[in-house]
């Protein structure tokens, strides 16, 4: 299964990497790194071209799933020692140059919206292989499925991408228990490129769905009450997921938290505010009173 090739890719390159490198690998179009070397380190030029096929290997992997994964044309570079750039070439949220395309997604209708599509693959790709090395494999078909029907339906980059993370939401919640997917989404936000560090917060993830297109803009308010002393209101401007009467998917917000939160964040309930604009109540207590509920997806409340 796609799941396990991914894994065993995945370890090759990060048995390659160091701390201390000073050769990295990009994109030479883009100068992003993609899955899975985002963030790694090189001690040479060997071994980061040896991490580039691997790189290769990957993303060929998952595009015979994925026929619209974005292509990147990887080459190696070297970073100055002790440089910022060495240090920290990707720094933790930092906001990219956002470039959409022609669809309209949070509000704008520009080219190429490369940061977005980027970051949903991510997230997919991270959750497959969640789902393979969990012994999820049914669920891990199911969701395979609904990937090849969108890939032959849907042209639209964006909108496919878009669409991939809702898919995989409407599964993951059907098919796997509340504790499941708590399972599955803290192991799949272990698997992502590293963009939060020790001091992020809150607002620094939102800042990055904001970075990424997810939401155009936000707003948090504390909600400080006796019941929930750990509560917020959040107000996400342009929403690229959709909802309904019933549920909000909360994939992308959730599966950030997740890293700043292990395993005692809960999305208490959603409400619609104007047609793609919604409120969420975020609460965050403490492991034994969460009972692994609202992660995925938040229940629609009436306005």
């Known amino acids: 299964m796609v799941g396990n090739t991914l894994h065993d890719i995945r370890r090759h390159v990060e048995s390659l990497a160091t701390d201390g ?11 992003t790194s993609p899955v899975p070397i985002a963030g790694q380190r090189f001690e040479s030029r060997d071994t980061a071209q040896t991490a580039l096929r691997f790189a290769e ?6 595009r015979r799933y994925d026929p619209h994964l974005p292509y990147h044309d990887l080459i190696v570079c070297e970073t100055p020692r002790g440089s910022d750039a060495a240090r920290d070439a990707t720094p933790p949220f930092q906001r990219p140059t956002l470039q959409r395309s022609a669809r309209s997604v949070g509000g704008d209708s520009v080219t190429d919206h490369q940061p977005l599509i980027d970051f949903c693959h991510d997230v997919t790709g991270a959750l497959f292989e969640t789902l393979a090395t969990e012994g999820f494999a049914a669920v891990e078909r199911a969701v395979m499925d609904v990937y090849l029907d969108a890939a032959e ?4 980059r964006d ?16 098919r796997l228990s509340a ?26 993830v939102l800042e990055y769905l904001v970075s990424v297109s997810i939401v155009s803009d936000y707003r948090l308010t504390s909600m400080d009450d006796a019941v929930s002393p750990r509560a917020w209101l959040v107000r996400l401007s342009e929403y ?5 009467e019933r549920y909000l998917p909360t994939l992308p917000l959730a599966i950030e938290l997740r890293r700043i939160y292990p395993e ?31 992660l995925l997806r938040a229940a629609v409340r009436d306005s």
């Open 153 to 156: 339906s849907i042209s639209d």
């Open 21 to 31: 490198g000073t050769y990295r690998i990009v994109c030479g179009r883009t100068g």
């Open 240 to 244: 690229a997921l959709q909802g309904d």
């Open 57 to 62: 290997q990957y993303r060929a992997a998952l």
């Open 159 to 174: 909108e496919f991408c878009l669409i991939l993370l809702e898919s995989m939401v409407e599964e993951l919640t059907d």
């Open 179 to 204: 504790d499941e997917q708590a399972r599955v989404l803290a192991s799949a936000a272990a698997r992502l490129p590293p963009t939060v560090d020790d001091g992020a917060t809150i607002e620094t």
């Open 264 to 294: 005692s964040v809960s999305i208490e309930w959603a409400r619609s505010v104007d047609a793609d604009d919604w409120e969420l109540c975020l609460s965050v207590r403490s492991p034994t009173e969460s009972d692994g509920t609202g």
